[in-house]
Each structure stands twice: as structure tokens, then as C-alpha cells.
């Protein structure tokens, strides 16, 4: 073991919690003359990327039921919060205990109904509650503000549409939004040019998320499980091509479609 090694060794017992434990290697991997390479290179934007990763990792797992992966990616998540109040301190910022000071007092003010005098008997008066608390908090001024630019599209657009719809932009049912969502398909098959095309996809896709979000659907979640629906199907029908000695990729259509209607029998 190197000189360098053996500074960089602590026993569990040597910290307090486990939290303590967690940002003494963060600080160790970023040590200017010591710490490891790759890690001293980073800073807030190239971290971004694996931070984005990790949350969907985190969905996944709970997606699969799979309680162990699911620690596993916490872990891996936590420690990208790690990464960012450490580079923080460094530059004498905030630091993980301002972090978490601020949401455990985020969230003592969101919730008066637990620990102050306010009432709430369901989840919807909580959300009420919520936003009412959020608004007072906030310095925004438009009825859009607020919302993360660098959410996946599906996502910001139900968002910024409850946004909308909170200062009664929206339509009185969800039959009006259905009514435009076919009025849009109309127009997207209509359109000649690429770039009109796609123009009217985005319209078509984002009076879809209004419409899905006025019947309560998420349409972010949606997508998610039939994409993981048809990797399951997809990956079935060649498993079945492996089974029989077929290659796939020399199957005609009918003969694929054929195999995808074995996989939804199943």
C-alpha cells in the first residue's frame, strides 16, 4: 500500500454517520494534489449528464421491484448531491448542510397542515396547500415561470400546461382538448414540407399531454412503460428466432408481426 494510500484509510467507527463517511471520500477524490484525476476535471455541467442518469436508474429500479439495485442507485444518486456541495464548498458556496437545512425547511413550510395549524383531510387539500405555500415562496412574476427548462419534453409540457390551467387557460372538459387533438392530427397529415411537419408533430404531441393530463394520465410515465413493453415483446420475439435457429432480420413483416402477436399472447 502507497504513503498516499494509507492517508486516505478511515475505519467506519472513525465517523459519526455514515453521511460524514460519504463526504470524506468526495473531498478525497477532489484533493488538488492527491485526489483522482478524473474527479478533479469535473465541475457542475459535466456532472449534469450523470445526475440525469442516475434519477432514471432510480426509476428503473423501482419500476423492476428491485429493492436491491434500488439502494444501489440512492447510493449512486446521493452521491451526486455530494458532488455538487463539495465543488460548492470549494468555491466557498453553499455546502451540504446549507442544502439540507433548506429542503427540511422547504418542507416544515409546504406541509402547516403537519406542523403548524392548518387543516388538510385529503391528498387534494395537501396539494392545495402546496402550491399556495410554493406561490408565496416564490419571486416569479408569469404563469410559466418556474418551470425546468431541462425536463424531458412529455414532462414539460404537462407541466407548463397545469401552469396555464391554473390561471384558467384551459378548456372546460376534456372533450374540447380531444376535439383539437384531432383537429391537429388533421393538420400534421396535411402538412407537405419536413419542417411543417414537424412543426405540426409538436402540436400534435403537445395537445395529446393536454388532453392525457385533463383525464389525469401522465403521459411521461405512459411512454416509459411502453417503451419497456416493447423491449419486453421485441426482445421475446428474437429469443424465440434464437430458439427455432431463425434469423430474424430475414423474416418478412407478416412474419415479424406474426411473432409480435405470439409475445402479446404471453
Known sequence: ??????????????????????????????DPVKG???DQEQDFKSIVK??????????????EGDMDSLKDELGDLLLQVIYYTQMSAEQNG???????????????????HVFGDTD??????VTKIWEEQKDKESSHKGALDGVTKGLPALLRAQKLQKKAAKVGYEWPSSEGAFAK????????????TQEHREEELGDLLFCLVNYARMEGLDTEEALRKANKKFIKRFEGMEAD????NVDFSSLSLDEMLSLWERQKSK
Not at 450523470?50 to 419500476?63: L, N, P
Not at 453553499?94 to 406541509?111: E, L, Q, W, Y
Not at 388538510?120 to 387539500?125: P, T
Not at 387533438?181 to 407537405?192: P, Q, R, S, V, Y
Open 241 to 244: 428466432c434464437n430458439t427455432d
Open 94 to 112: 453553499f455546502n451540504f448542510d446549507d442544502v439540507t437545512k433548506g429542503v427540511a425547511d422547504k418542507m416544515i413550510s409546504r406541509h402547516p
Open 36 to 38: 483522482c484525476p478524473w
Open 120 to 125: 388538510a383531510i385529503s391528498a387534494e387539500d
Open 181 to 192: 387533438l384531432e383537429e391537429e392530427i388533421l393538420e400534421f397529415k396535411e402538412a407537405t
Open 1 to 30: 500500500m502507497s504513503k498516499i494510500q494509507k492517508i486516505f484509510i478511515k475505519a467506519d467507527n472513525d465517523f459519526p454517520h455514515m453521511i460524514e463517511k460519504l463526504k470524506w471520500v468526495m473531498a478525497c477524490l477532489r
Open 50 to 63: 450523470y445526475t440525469i442518469e442516475e434519477v432514471y436508474e432510480v426509476a428503473d429500479a423501482i419500476e
